[in-house]
């Protein structure tokens, strides 16, 4: 297997800041959240964890509800008031409980915070895996700019469907056919 290409036992993901306060600031947020809504679930029936962070939700609001209702019950929320989740210690306590090598990275906004969180994993020898279809900003040119800063420096571009049937592999996987339905 190629060094970058995902390792299901390895592997978590990234849920960053996709509050409602973004709801009605970003074009394409119904359409991003429902299909990082895919990956939580396609994340939770291949047994991999899923970790989401929230930047001043007094201010910005809770996760969108879609991915409320997504989520498990025992999901960690990790409250942030820095741009970049890993200068928040309770971030790196969880990605370290799971002891996770490969980070799949989706959220808003692309060029802030998904952008300072893939630097700062980078910095910390994680491989980072960008959902480019699970990202989004408010302004089309600032998610080209962060998409083009985070590939420059090595993180690695994948989409929701090529990510979940990468960890996958074959189609004899135990959850193949519930994850193919997911993706129909």
């Known amino acids: 297997m190629h060094s970058n290409s995902l390792d299901i036992d390895s592997t978590l993901l990234v849920v960053v800041d996709v509050q409602e306060a973004f709801r009605k600031a ?4 119904a359409e991003t959240v429902s ?3 895919i990956a939580i679930r396609g994340f939770q029936l291949l047994g991999r964890p899923v970790v989401v962070t929230e930047q001043y939700p007094k201010g910005l609001g ?4 879609e991915l409320l209702l997504s989520l498990p019950d025992d999901t960690s929320f990790v409250e942030k008031s820095a741009f970049s989740s890993y200068a928040e ?3 790196v306590a969880e990605l370290e409980k799971f002891q996770a090598k490969q980070i799949v990275l989706c959220g808003v906004e692309t060029h802030v915070c998904v952008n300072q969180t893939a630097h700062d994993l980078l910095a910390a020898g994680y491989q980072v895996h960008l959902l480019t279809d699970c990202v989004a900003s408010r302004y089309q040119h600032d998610r080209e700019a962060g998409l083009k800063k985070m590939f420059t420096s090595g993180v690695v571009a994948s989409s929701m469907e090529m990510a979940l049937f990468e960890m996958m592999r074959d189609s004899r996987q135990a959850k193949f056919r519930d994850v193919q339905a997911l993706i129909k």
């Not at 970003?26 to 947020?29: A, L, Q």
């Open 26 to 29: 970003i074009p394409d947020f």
């Open 35 to 37: 299909r990082i809504a």
């Open 89 to 91: 210690p309770n971030f």
């Open 62 to 65: 809770r996760t969108a509800e």
